[in-house]
């Protein structure tokens, strides 16, 4: 794990990102917006009144001397923030709609990330999935392409590192929801340093099975190849057919996957979920994550049983993704 963050972190070293943290009042947050300001290689930037923020931070003994504080009822450009909600919600949001919309920390610091004020945001210590994402999804918006965000873990134990996907947003994807996930877990793999070789799960490898579900998957698979063309991928596979060499040379031996897949794409977040958990508390991995992918700029969502640590690595993570998006 000590290694995954390391890379990071030289990369971050010069390349100071601005990261949002809604959740100013959070001691978890705090604690972690301290030591990032400290290390110097993220600017946090905390949501909240100044005057709790501090009070709060000297309660807590946590020095957050130097760290930026906003607060939406007295932020100066908040009528510039209005008029840019408006413009991007299309007729969806009135003026006196954006002004009570924008008290709300998230869409308040979604919207300075969408306005170039920060390079990313984490929040979920306190909120749900739903309060990270809704407002990242009206106003950021996913890239031109892909229809919707997925969220995937980076499994680490000691030397390795794997990618799990979709664990996290999509219950129930389709076939292009799939390829989509596919394709931007590959993406994510690389900020990893890992160079992509992904495989399609199912209970079933390369027609051994006959169902709806593994039709869904051999199809996500050609539509994964036509988008990603120079991509290393292939399914259906079962888990063992992707990862272990002798099961890959019996089931699929003529696959361009030889037992040696790094990033697993999951039929349904149902087996998304419980695989991963599997590894972390039966395998002994450490799960990094859930990481947003698919959004125009980078967006993360911490559990709300998250510790500091947990807030400090997910900012790390968020600034490497806005640094790799320029």
Do not use: W
């Amino acid at each position: 794990m000590s290694d995954l963050f390391a890379d990071i972190k030289s990369r971050l070293q010069g390349n100071t990102r601005k990261i949002v943290f809604p959740e100013g009042l959070d001691e978890r947050i705090l604690t972690a917006a301290s030591q990032l300001k400290k290390d110097g290689l993220v600017e946090p930037v905390l949501v909240g009144s100044q005057v709790k923020v501090e009070q709060k931070a000297n309660e807590l003994s946590v020095d957050i001397a130097g760290v930026e504080v906003l607060d939406p009822s007295t932020y100066p450009a908040f009528e510039e923030i209005v008029a840019s909600f408006v413009d991007r919600r299309k007729g969806k949001a009135s003026e006196e709609d954006a002004r009570k919309m924008l008290l709300n920390e998230n869409y308040f610091g979604t919207m300075l990330v969408y306005m170039g004020k920060a390079d990313g945001l984490v929040s979920g210590a306190a909120h749900s999935t739903a309060d990270t994402v809704r407002p990242a999804l009206q106003i950021i918006k996913t890239k031109e392409g892909i229809k919707k965000t997925s969220g995937v873990f980076i499994m680490v134990r000691d030397d390795e590192k794997y990618v799990f996907a979709d664990c996290a947003i999509n219950i129930s994807p389709d076939s292009q929801d799939l390829a989509e996930i596919a394709v931007g877990s590959a993406e994510t793999a690389k900020l990893f340093d890992i160079d992509p070789r992904v495989a399609m799960l199912s209970f079933s490898t390369k027609g051994s099975a006959k169902s709806e579900e593994t039709e869904k998957v051999a199809e996500a698979v050609n539509i994964a190849r036509d988008k990603a063309p120079d991509l290393t991928l292939d399914g259906e596979f079962q888990f063992d057919a992707a990862f272990v060499p002798s099961v890959a040379e019996k089931k699929a031996p003529g696959s361009v996957l030889k037992g040696d897949a790094n990033v697993f794409v999951f039929p349904g977040l149902e087996a998304g979920n419980i695989g991963y958990k599997i590894a972390q508390r039966l395998g002994g991995f450490d799960a990094v994550g859930p990481i947003l992918q698919g959004l125009n700029q980078p967006v993360n969502d911490l559990s709300r049983g998250c510790s500091s640590e947990d807030a400090y690595k997910l900012a790390l993570i968020t600034a490497a993704q806005a640094l790799d998006a320029q």
